[in-house]
């Protein structure tokens, strides 16, 4: 991953505001891997793409993760801090592709989902008609007793061992927190977005950065570039002065 400068991830928030969630999380990446092409980075498996997001995060704002949960009985708020390490699951970029299936005298061969399926089916409505879409995608092939069958003509509970092989195989991309509330005490998961989660982190950073462009720049007439270029620390050290 290459080192990003505040500049360029400043860029990537601009161009990203303006995109959908899958796409601007793919302009972060591209920023830091200009080794990856954007067919490759559309092609990651979602677990991998989210454990180069962690790797992100760590070297933009550090390892520890402060985020908040609704317990879902009594809306008691919950403090949660993570860290990096916590919820980073081994990569399983070593996963043979397609993946098979055999459950009962149904035999299936798919693929993990990668962000060009997530793209496509954000802009659906339906939770139900977007995993749908999502199995029609990865699946590869499908038959019964040696006959070839459509996703539609799967029962489902063979789609939901579908569900768990792919869990299995790449479970970055499905991250779920065990959560206890210690108001009720009741205990529940909780599935943690990494990618909105750096999105939010990025955009109150932005926005922070910016209020001090704006300042510098009105304080001393120094041009954006120029302040862009300091460091954080000598940032700070101008504002002082500009707000005594």
């Not at 180069?52 to 760590?58: D, H, I, N, Q």
């Not at 970055?172 to 989660?197: K, M, T, V, Y």
């Amino acid at each position: 991953m290459n080192p990003i400068t505040t500049a360029d991830l400043l860029t990537a928030w601009e161009l990203g505001s303006s995109q959908s969630g899958s796409r601007r999380l793919l302009t972060l990446l591209a920023t830091v891997h200009p080794e990856l092409s954007e067919q490759q980075l559309l092609k990651l498996p979602i677990g991998q793409r989210d454990g180069l997001v962690l790797k992100l995060r760590e070297a933009l704002f550090g390892s520890k993760l402060t985020s908040l949960a609704s317990c879902p009985v009594c809306d008691e708020q919950l403090e949660l801090v993570l860290d990096v390490a916590d919820i980073s699951v081994a990569s399983n970029d070593v996963v043979q592709q397609p993946l098979v299936l055999k459950q009962a005298d149904f035999e299936l061969a798919f693929r993990l989902p990668d962000s060009q399926d997530l793209l496509l089916i954000e802009v659906i409505q339906s939770v139900d008609e977007a995993r749908s879409v999502l199995f029609e995608r990865c699946l590869l092939s499908a038959s019964r007793d040696g006959q070839v069958c459509t996703v539609h003509q799967l029962p489902e509970e063979i789609l939901e061992k579908v569900e768990a092989a792919m869990s299995e195989a790449d479970p970055q991309a499905n991250l779920q927190l065990e959560l206890s509330c210690p108001a009720c005490q009741h205990n529940w998961l909780a599935a943690f977005d990494i990618a909105s989660f750096l999105w939010s982190e990025i955009n109150a950073w932005a926005q922070r950065v910016l209020n001090e462009v704006h300042l510098l720049a009105k304080a001393y007439a120094w041009r954006e570039a120029d302040i862009l270029a300091m460091s954080p620390t000598r940032r700070r050290l101008y504002l002082e002065r500009v707000m005594q």
